[in-house]
């Protein structure tokens, strides 16, 4: 399976964007990138998905590169509560295993 | 939206007995549901592909004999930790599948805590 590399961790001030990258160089054709979220002591919860194109929702951005080697997580004002390990996941199709990474630890600064 | 509602949320066992935890998708069918187990300050690692009516999928090193799971209705899966001890606390946590719309996406339980004493 296609593996992401996301920095271990990153700090953002409060109400400031926040760019979470990263790394998928062996993504095939198929593959969805995800990203989930997880607070300490609960299950990963759904932030964004996307395939090719760039897609927007409530809670953040997904801006996907054109070679699709890589992706961006922007979090548009940071608070307190998206404090939070962030995970990017890539599945092939629709119905796949996800294989977690390290994800990145997101401090955000009051 | 989805549900997925995971029980027990915390659990304490002595060591040598089985647990059993629930994983149950509240407003939709689930033909396929995940396990995984996190240890502390690491992320999840994939245990297991559970499918309604069928065997589970284990992933490579995952004991099936001591894991066991059964998924025996659309809305339901169970993970039973058997003849437990210490090395298996950590916390369990499920997903299930989901079609929303023209796209699927996975809902995560909120996990359970097992600690074996």
Redesign the interface.
């Known amino acids: 399976d296609a593996k992401t590399t996301q920095p271990n961790s990153m700090e953002s001030n409060e109400e400031e964007p926040v760019h979470l990258p990263c790394n998928h160089s062996t993504i095939s054709g198929t593959d969805y990138i995800h990203w989930y979220r997880q607070l300490p002591s609960q299950g990963p919860e759904y932030v964004i998905h996307g395939l090719t194109s760039n897609v927007n929702n409530r809670m953040a951005s997904l801006a996907i590169a054109e070679d699709r080697k890589s992706s961006t997580l922007i979090l548009h004002r940071a608070t307190l509560r998206d404090a939070a390990v962030y995970y990017c996941i890539l599945s092939r199709g629709t119905g796949n295993q996800f294989y977690f990474g390290t994800g990145t630890s997101l401090t955000v600064i009051p | 939206g989805a549900v997925?509602s995971?029980h027990p949320s915390r659990v304490i066992c002595k060591s040598g007995t089985s647990v059993k935890i629930e994983c149950r998708s509240l407003d939709f069918q689930a033909t396929?549901m995940?396990w995984?187990r996190q240890f502390p300050k690491q992320?999840?690692?994939?245990m297991a592909?559970s499918n309604e009516g069928s065997k589970a999928t284990y992933e490579q090193g995952v004991e099936k004999d001591k894991f066991l799971i059964n998924h025996a209705s659309l809305t339901l899966s169970t993970l039973t930790v058997t003849s437990a001890h210490p090395e298996d606390s950590s916390?369990y946590?499920c997903?299930a599948?989901a079609r929303t719309g023209l796209?699927?996406?996975?809902?995560?339980?909120?996990?359970t805590?097992l600690t074996v004493v």
């Open positions: 997925v995971q396929t995940f995984y992320s999840l690692m994939l592909t916390f946590i997903s599948r796209n699927y996406g996975y809902t995560f339980g909120s996990g805590r």
